[in-house]
C-alpha cells in the first residue's frame, strides 16, 4: 500500500512551494472517518483513497485534488457530512469532493439507467470542474486493478464492459493515454480472458526471440542521432494487449502476421530537433507510405503532439517511430492534467477550455433524451476523439466528428436548417449530403422551404443532435400517416359489414371500446390500426358478435392472421415498425444480414418476411402488403449469407478457404466446389455472420488465399 509520505515527496519534488498541508489533513481526516472499514480484498479502506491520491499525484495536479482524492468517498460511504467538508477544507475542495459524490450517491430504476444517470452527472461534473472526472477516473482505475476480488463473474464483466465503453473513451478524449490503456488492458482480461492470455502469451513468446532486436533498433538510433550531434532518449516497447487484440480482429491477421506491434519512441529538447531527428530517420531507413502523421503541426483536439512515422527497420521488418519533445511526452502522459492552472487561484485557461468545449455540447444535445440506451449510443459516439474542423462562409469554425456530413453541419447551425436542407456547396462546388466533410471544408448550407428530413439520413449522419432531432420528425410524420391509414382501413372495414364509422366515433359506445384496447383518445385507436397493432376487424367485434363478423372474414384478411393467430413472445434481430410480438423470418431468396437496407412483407398466415431493399422479389410486391422493419441492435444473432469464391486448382485449396473463414468466427453451414476443364474452381459456402461488417471482414480473409482470384456474395 503506498504511503502518504510517498504521496507528500512526489508532490514536492515537482513542485517545492506546494502547500502541503491540506494534503496532510485530508490523510489524517479520512483515515479516522474510514477506520474500521475494509475493502473486498481484506485490507483497510484507507488504502483505496491513497492509491487515488497517488494517482492524481503522478499526473501532477495541484495539491486541491489531491486532497479532494484522499476525501472522494467520505461523504459517501461514512457519516461525515457535507457541511464538515466545507468546514474543515474550504469551498474548492468540497465542490469537488461533492462532484464525485453524485456520480454513485442516487437511487435508480434499472442498471441502464444507473448507467446513463452516472454519465449524465459525469458530464455535468466535466463541464463546471475537469478535476471531478479526473479523481473519477483514477478511482475507477483502482477499483479495476482490484476487480478480481469481487466473486460474482456477471459483475466483474459488466464493470469490465462499462469501463472499456465509458471510461476509457474518456481518458482517451483528456488525453491520459496511459489511463486508457491500462483501463482497457484490464477490462480486456475479464470480457475475454482466452484471448487475453493468448495474446499475452504470443508476446512473453515474441519478447523471448526478439529482446535483442528492440536493443539493436534503439542502439543504432542513438548512434544515429549521436552522429548528428542531436541528444535525445530512445525508449522501445511492445503496444498494449488490447491494441494488439483489436489490430488481429480488425485486419483478420494472426500474431505473427503483424509488424507493427513493437514502438519506439524519441525524447528530443526542442521541436527542431524533432524534425532534424524525423529526416535523419528518413534517410537511413525507407518510410512507409501514408505511415506518417505530424501531430506537431496539427495536434490533437486533447492536446497531444508527436511525429509519428512507420519505416522498414533492420532485417526490413516494419517498425513505428515517434518523435516528440520530453515536453510533449508530459502531456502525452497527463493529457489536460499537464495544462491544469489552479495554483495560486486561478482558473483553466480560455484555451484549454475552447478544447474541451465538446463536454457542454453532449450535455445539451441529451436534454430531451429520455431513453437510456438511446444515451449512452450517443455518448459513446461523441466520445471518439477524431475530429475535422470546416468553415462557415463567414469564416467561423466549427469542430465535427470525423465523418460528419453536411445535414450534420446544417443541424450544428440550427434545427430549422437541418429539416429544410436539401444540399450543400463544399468550397463552391455542389456535394452529396451524405459527402463526408473534411478538415478545412467551406460548406454553405441550400434550403427550400417546406421540405422534411429524411429517413435515409438517419444513414449517414454521424452527430447526435442531427440524429435525435431526425428521429423526432419521423415519429410526428408516421403518427399522422399511421392515423391517416387507420381511418381508411377502419372505413374500409366497417362498410363491409354494413357499418358507418363517423356514427360509430361520435357515439356514447366509442369511450367503452378506447378502454377496452387500452386507449385514451380515438386518435391514438386510429394510429394503432395505422401501425398495424390492432385491426379493424378487431373492432368491429366490439361492436358485432364474433360468429357474425367469423361468417364474412376472408381468407385473406392477413393482418387479421398476422397478428391474430401468429405470434412470438421474444423479439428477435429485426422489429416490425409498432410491433413486437410478431414472427419474422428471413427470404432465402437475398439472405438479409444487419447493416443490409431492409423490408418487411405481410405473408399470408405467416408473419412478416425479410428481404433486401434492392431484391428482386422484394421490388415486386403488393406495396399495400409492404411494411417497415428495422434490425434490432440489441440482439446479437448470426445470419446465413453465401458466398461464391473463383480461385485456381491446387492442392489444399479448400482446406485453406475453411480455415479463413472458420478463423474469421464464421461457422459453414454448408460448402459444394466443382473444377473446370481450365482448372478453374467455383466453390459455394454457405456460412454465418453477425453482419455486413463481420461478413466484409471474412471476405477480405478469403482473398489473402493464394490462387483465389474473386469472392463475391450471392444475394438472388
Known sequence: ?????????????????????????????????????????????????????????????????????????????????????????????????????????LAFTSSE?????????????????????????????????????????????????????IYAPIASRLGIYWIKRELEDISFKY?????????????????????????????????????????????????????????????????????????????????????????????????????????????????????????????????????????????AKSGIAAHWSYKEGKTIDDISNQKFAWIQNIIENQENTKDPNEFLENVKIDLFPDEVYVFTPNGEVKTMPKGATPVDFAYMIHTEVGNTCTGAKVNGVMAPLKYQLKTGDVVKIITTKGHHPSRDWLNFVKTVKARSR?????????????????????????????????????????????????????????????????????????????????????????????????????????LVRGMDDILVKFGKCCNAVPGDPIIGYITRGYGVTVHKVDCVNALKMNPERRIAVEWNQGEKEKYPVRIHVQSHDRVGLLADLAMNITKCGANILAANSETKENKIVNSFFTITVEDTRHLNVVIAAIKKVKMVGEVRRITG
Open 1 to 105: 500500500m503506498i504511503r502518504i509520505n510517498d504521496i507528500i515527496e512526489n508532490i514536492q519534488e515537482k513542485n517545492r512551494d506546494a502547500d502541503v498541508d491540506i494534503v496532510n489533513r485530508a490523510y489524517i481526516f479520512s483515515a479516522q472517518v474510514h477506520a474500521g472499514q475494509t475493502r473486498l480484498s481484506g485490507e483497510p479502506y484507507l488504502s483505496h483513497p491513497l492509491e487515488v491520491a497517488g494517482i492524481l499525484a503522478d499526473m501532477n495536479l495541484d495539491v486541491v485534488s489531491v486532497a479532494a482524492g484522499l476525501l472522494h468517498d467520505v461523504i459517501e460511504d461514512t457519516d461525515t457530512t457535507e457541511e464538515t467538508i466545507r468546514e474543515m477544507f474550504g469551498d474548492e475542495v468540497f465542490n469537488i469532493v461533492q462532484g464525485v459524490t453524485k456520480l454513485s450517491k
Open 113 to 165: 439507467d444507473r448507467q446513463a444517470e452516472s454519465i449524465r452527472k459525469m458530464l455535468l461534473a466535466m463541464a463546471s470542474d475537469i478535476r471531478v472526472i479526473l479523481i473519477k477516473l483514477a478511482d475507477r482505475l483502482h477499483n479495476m486493478k482490484t476487480l478480481r476480488y469481487h466473486k460474482n463473474e456477471d459483475k466483474r464483466k459488466r464493470i469490465a464492459q462499462e469501463t472499456l465503453d
Open 191 to 331: 470480457i475475454d480472458p482466452d484471448n487475453f492470455d493468448r495474446i499475452q502469451y504470443f508476446v512473453e513468446k515474441d519478447m523471448t526471440g526478439r529482446g535483442g532486436y528492440i536493443e539493436e533498433v534503439r542502439a543504432k538510433i542513438s548512434e544515429l542521432m549521436a552522429k548528428a550531434n542531436l541528444k535525445c532518449e530512445v525508449l522501445g516497447r511492445y503496444k498494449h494487449f488490447y491494441s494488439i487484440s483489436q489490430k488481429m480482429y480488425t485486419q483478420s491477421l494472426d500474431f505473427d502476421e503483424l509488424y507493427d506491434i513493437i514502438a519506439f519512441r524519441l525524447l528530443m529538447h526542442s521541436q527542431a530537433d524533432c524534425y532534424n531527428a524525423l529526416g535523419i530517420i528518413h534517410s537511413h531507413w525507407k518510410p512507409i507510405d501514408r505511415k506518417f502523421k505530424d501531430y506537431i503541426g496539427r495536434p490533437k483536439p486533447n492536446m497531444y503532439q508527436s511525429l509519428h512515422t512507420s519505416v522498414f527497420g533492420p532485417g526490413d521488418q516494419r517498425i513505428e517511430i515517434q518523435i516528440r519533445t520530453y515536453a510533449m511526452d508530459e502531456v
Open 470 to 574: 431526425i428521429r423526432q420528425w419521423i415519429k410526428i410524420q408516421e403518427k399522422a400517416r399511421s392515423m391517416t391509414l387507420g381511418r381508411e382501413m377502419c372505413e374500409k372495414e366497417f362498410r363491409k359489414y354494413k357499418l358507418n364509422y363517423n356514427d360509430l366515433t361520435k357515439s356514447e359506445g366509442i369511450d367503452e371500446i378506447l378502454e377496452n384496447f387500452g386507449y385514451q383518445t380515438l386518435d391514438d385507436l386510429v394510429a394503432a390500426v395505422g401501425y398495424g397493432k390492432i385491426t379493424p376487424l378487431q373492432i368491429v367485434r366490439k361492436i358485432i358478435p364474433k360468429t357474425e363478423t367469423e361468417e364474412d372474414e376472408k381468407p385473406g384478411s392477413i393482418l387479421n392472421r398476422l397478428i391474430g393467430r401468429v405470434r412470438k413472445k421474444k423479439p428477435g434481430g429485426v
